[in-house]
């Protein structure tokens, strides 16, 4: 009923009606491991590899203090942001198993139900996750191809012998910078680069899922609040609002527990997010007569200001239907109950004006007004750098 696309039947599961794509990307690569098959510690050995790999790449800028390893690392920042985003999931993987469980008990129940009004909200939430998860893998792909071919076409042979040969990322290898060892090496960093991009995609878009349920849920309790009152029944009145305000204190729990695991890794995003954006906007600036690294330049600046803006606005969407709740509860035909249930509908009402929101850190709001912030800011500290040099 939920599936998007039949082509892409595989990727559902019936058990995860949200997360079913993503928790397939994320079990494809061993960072979701509801089971300890010989394959997912296989899967698990290879995340503390390619961990290690990137960590060497760190130690080298800092124990030789390489400022062109140091700038690469820069350049291709989102890349590393997939390492400290599946370690802060293998961190917390246990809350995370919790969560998703919670969504997924909640969504088959709602599923099972024979509510026309609800089935309405789960499948248009469900089909919205889908075709921006299957956007943002497309949007991947094409610019993993574009940042993976990008070395071959700044290596230079010059003409009194000497070479100049371009990694992506200069983690330890044993092979030699020339070739053959260099496309060995540009192998073993091509084939790495893709798990964790499929780390960064895996987790963005789960959370972007995640971030979806909730204003979808939302949507469904301002439904459910608009129906709490049963004319001529004060008692099943009664045991709806007792209902509603249980599962509205639920929603509100899980909210907090998933905005305390996105926050710290939000944070240090935003943070690297905005250096590599404006690290990334001065070499376009200084870009001269090389119209495929202006292109490569432009489409990875426009691909880390997608992906920034799919956090944002699906943060911003569920606090402002955060605020649309408790109006719902008065739609309903309060005015008619008996001074006692017209006291508990107040309370309900008072519960579910509550503003949820997320926060990246301990300062800011992830909403549009802070994503307009930081590009404009962003911009105007590149562009000051750009004329003055």
């Known amino acids: 009923m939920f599936k998007f696309s039949r082509l892409l039947n595989f990727l559902e599961d019936p058990r995860y009606p949200s997360v079913g794509p993503h928790l397939w990307l994320l079990r494809f690569t061993g960072i979701w491991h509801p089971d300890n098959s010989t394959k997912t510690r296989a899967k698990r050995a290879l995340f503390y590899l390619i961990v290690a790999f990137f960590c060497s790449q760190y130690l080298k800028c800092l124990l030789e203090f390489d400022i062109n390893g140091l700038k690469l690392v820069l350049q291709y920042a989102p890349f590393h942001m997939g390492i400290v985003k599946a370690c802060f999931f293998e961190k917390d993987y246990e809350i995370w198993r919790k969560l998703i469980h919670y969504m997924s008990n909640i969504e088959q129940n709602q599923i099972e139900v024979k509510d026309k009004g609800n089935k309405m909200i789960l499948k248009e939430y469900i089909m919205r996750n889908r075709k921006v998860t299957y956007f943002f893998w497309a949007l991947a792909l094409f610019s993993n191809f574009s940042i993976f071919s990008e070395p071959y076409q700044k290596n230079q042979v010059n003409n009194n012998g000497t070479s100049q040969y371009f990694y992506i990322f200069d983690g330890y290898t044993s092979f030699e910078r020339e070739p053959p060892g260099y496309y060995v090496s540009m192998l073993i960093q091509t084939v790495l680069g893709n798990v964790v991009t499929m780390y960064v995609v895996g987790w963005d878009m789960l959370v972007v899922s995640i971030m979806i349920y909730f204003a979808g849920q939302l949507k469904i309790s301002k439904l459910y609040c608009s129906r709490i009152i049963v004319d001529g029944s004060a008692e099943e009145s009664r045991r709806n609002i007792a209902k509603l305000h249980e599962s509205y204190c639920n929603l509100i729990k899980y909210q907090k527990m998933f905005s305390t695991l996105i926050s710290p890794v939000m944070f240090i995003y935003l943070f690297v997010i905005a250096v590599n954006l404006g690290v990334c906007i001065i070499q376009i600036a200084e870009i001269e007569d090389d119209l495929p690294s202006l292109v490569s330049g432009c489409l ?6 997608i992906q ?3 956090f944002y606005w699906h943060s911003n969407e569920v606090t402002v239907e955060s605020t649309f709740v408790s109006y719902s509860v008065f739609q309903s035909n309060w005015m008619g109950c008996d001074i006692k249930l017209q006291k508990e509908v107040y309370l309900l009402g008072l519960l ?12 800011n709001e992830m909403s549009l007004t802070t994503f307009v912030a930081v590009s404009k800011r962003t911009y105007s500290c590149s562009h000051s750098h750009t004329f003055n040099d």
Not at 300 to 305: G, N, Q, R
Not at 354 to 362: E, I, N, S
């Open 300 to 305: 990875f600046v426009l691909a880390c200001l």
């Open 308 to 310: 920034l803006l799919l």
């Open 352 to 363: 579910t004006s509550k503003r949820l929101t997320f926060r990246a850190g301990p300062f």
